[in-house]
Nanobody
Framework: QVQLVESGGGLVQAGGSLRLSCAAS????????MGWYRQAPGKQRELVAG???????NYADSVKGRFTISRDNAKNTMYLQINSLKPEDTAVYYC???????????????WGQGTLVTVSS
C-alpha cells in the first residue's frame, strides 16, 4: 500500500517562508508525476505545482516566482519551498502522486492527508 505523508505546514506571518515535504512509502519503484495541490476554505482544490520523474516542473500562475517544487527520487520525497507568503496562500496543502509503480503493482493516483498552512497578515 502506498502512503503519502506531508509535513512542514504551520502558522507564518506574511512575507515569511515555509518548506513542505511529502514522503512516499510502500515498496515504490518509481513515481511518474508528483504534485502539490491546495484547498482554501470555501474554494475548490487547485494545482499549485507539479514535477515529473525527470524533473520537468509546472506552476500555477499565482505562485510563479515564489514557490519552488523539487523531488528526491532516491528518497521518494517531494518538497515545496514557499517564499514571500501571502494571506491568500492560506490553505490545506495536499501531496499527489500519479503513476506509482510498486512491488505489488501500479497505483494510478494517491493522495496525502494534507498539511495546513496559515498565513497571518
Amino acid at each position: 500500500q502506498v502512503q503519502l505523508v506531508e509535513s512542514g505546514g504551520g502558522l507564518v506571518q506574511a512575507g515569511g517562508s515555509l518548506r513542505l515535504s511529502c514522503a512516499a512509502s510502500g515498496s515504490i519503484f518509481s513515481i511518474n508525476y508528483m504534485g502539490w495541490y491546495r484547498q482554501a476554505p470555501g474554494k475548490q482544490r487547485e494545482l499549485v505545482a507539479g514535477i515529473t520523474e525527470g524533473g520537468s516542473r509546472n506552476y500555477a500562475d499565482s505562485v510563479k516566482g515564489r514557490f519552488t517544487i523539487s523531488r528526491d527520487n532516491a528518497k521518494n520525497t517531494m518538497y515545496l519551498q514557499i517564499n514571500s507568503l501571502k494571506p491568500e496562500d492560506t490553505a490545506v496543502y495536499y501531496c499527489n502522486a500519479r503513476g506509482v509503480v510498486t512491488g505489488q503493482g501500479a497505483h494510478p493516483e494517491v493522495w496525502g492527508q494534507g498539511t495546513l498552512v496559515t498565513v497571518s497578515s
